[in-house]
């Protein structure tokens, strides 16, 4: 697997990202074991970025993280995020990016994971109740003392990542981004690359869609996250699988999966943005580390860049998104 600096962090050109092993989607912690043998798998592959959050659950997924690490730390890249909790209120499920909140957090996060540090700790969401400065400064102090190695937002507007970047250096944005999120290429990548700040992209494989493996909401449980969400319901499902259709010609030329060309192109964006797709199996982990060595001529490149939009916001509640 190569490897790209997110301002001086080092990690795999793919990382994992864990959520739905845990949380929100169908068939989310019904086989830890399988979850934790994918996570081993990744490591054996060469991919260090492995993403968590203390929301995820909450909590059971920093957990499950923790036990399959356990003895191969020093091969992983370790990133988590605080900010969707408030223990201040009794851990309840509110924006709290309070420097009191976030100590609480971080040792909580600490002693899931069985680690003395993590490397890469993520604000959540944007907290509009406290300024990002005090937020930053809090995260700083964290990192002298050893807890966190760098710091990351995810999320968070221009102006959100200005002032956070002149209070401390910020390492990562992490932000939707893919074929069918193409957002942060207005403002966001730009501003990251004049910042010097690394980009990390969730939700690459468009939450599944742009695997070409989901074609009804039949398919989902009634507690997916996904059967709510603007571009999966409505019937914007069906209007949307003309973009999967696209990606599946040009898998097809190129000899690859759907799910290696969107990965492909997300790679051939740029060295300084690290996709993150999440699975919970070895078969379709091993099957996304594949794009690392699948280069797109560019015409498909061209052809694929050129597909519009989908129909849908990407949340229901778009509120707490870039500000």
């Known amino acids: 697997m190569k490897h790209v600096s997110l301002d001086g962090l080092d990690v795999s050109r793919l990382g994992l990202g864990t959520m739905g092993m845990s949380a929100y989607y169908t068939g989310a912690g019904v086989d830890d074991a399988e979850s934790i043998r994918t996570i081993r798998r990744a490591l054996d592959l060469g991919i260090t970025l492995i993403d968590t959050a203390e929301i995820y659950g909450p909590y059971t997924n920093e957990e499950l993280v923790g036990r399959a690490i356990a003895g191969r730390r020093d091969q992983v890249v370790l990133a988590t995020k605080f900010g969707f909790i408030s223990h201040r209120h009794g851990g309840v499920q509110e924006f709290d990016s309070t420097p009191e909140n976030i100590r609480t957090a971080v040792d909580g996060s600490l002693n899931r994971l069985g680690t003395d540090h993590i490397d890469l700790y ?40 200005r002032r956070a970047h002149r209070t401390h250096p910020i390492t990562a944005l992490e932000t939707e981004y893919s074929l069918w999120t193409r957002d942060p290429e207005a403002q966001l990548v730009p501003l990251v690359r004049q910042l010097g700040i690394g980009f990390v992209a969730y939700s690459p494989l468009g939450r599944g869609f742009l695997t070409g493996q989901l074609r009804s909401l ?13 571009r999966f319901a409505n019937g914007h499902l069906e209007q949307n699988l003309r973009i999967v259709r ?16 969107a990965l ?32 797109l001529n560019g015409q498909q490149l061209a052809r694929l860049s050129a597909i519009p939009p989908p129909t849908g916001d990407r949340y229901a509640d778009m509120t707490p998104i870039n500000r």
């Open 246 to 261: 696209e990606v599946e010609e040009i898998a097809s030329e190129a000899g690859a999966t759907p799910a290696q060309v």
């Open 218 to 230: 039949d398919q989902l449980d009634p507690n997916d996250f996904r059967a709510q969400n603007p």
């Open 264 to 295: 492909a192109w997300l790679l051939a964006q740029g060295n300084d943005i690290v996709p993150i797709p999440g699975t919970k199996r070895v078969s379709r982990l091993e099957e996304n580390a594949g794009a690392d060595d699948l280069v």
């Open 122 to 161: 993520y604000q959540h969401r944007v907290d509009p109740d406290t300024p990002i400065e005090d937020t930053v400064g809090a995260l700083s102090e964290l990192i002298d003392e050893g807890k966190i190695r760098s710091i990351g937002l995810s999320e968070a507007g221009p102006e959100t990542i």
